[in-house]
Nanobody, 115 residues
Framework: QVQLVESGGGLVQTGGSLRLSCAASQAVFISNIMGWYHQAPGKERELVAT???????NYSDSVKGRFTLSRDNAKNTVYMQMINLKPEDTGVYYC?????????WGQGTQVTVSS
């Protein structure tokens, strides 16, 4: 069973930066599309960024220009670099494969942006 583990969250001030990591127990990112999701307090989880198996990325309008995905195939890890963070970016961030390969949700990593 593939496991995905998110890490890298923390408390930052508005305008700050963080780099989140999504580490997989197997080399799944080279054969599946993956996504990063954001769940703000009291709201539903929403998809904010995706990366295809070939490395093509796509971003929601809310994070475009501020969040960037990258991948280290040797480490089976996808990173999400987050800059110019805003209070509305606060929440739990999850990663997962998309589609039929999706795994049970992990614990995510908490990001808190103070104003």
């Amino acid at each position: 069973q593939v496991q995905l583990v998110e890490s890298g969250g923390g408390l930052v001030q508005t305008g700050g930066s963080l780099r989140l990591s999504c580490a997989a127990s197997q080399a799944v990112f080279i054969s599946n599309i993956m996504g990063w999701y954001h769940q703000a307090p009291g709201k539903e989880r929403e998809l904010v960024a995706t990366m295809t198996r070939r490395g093509t990325t796509n971003y929601s309008d809310s994070v475009k220009g501020r969040f960037t995905l990258s991948r280290d195939n040797a480490k089976n890890t996808v990173y999400m670099q987050m800059i110019n963070l805003k209070p509305e970016d606060t929440g739990v961030y999850y990663c997962n494969l998309i589609g039929t390969a999706a795994r049970p949700w992990g614990q995510g990593t908490q990001v808190t942006v103070s104003s």
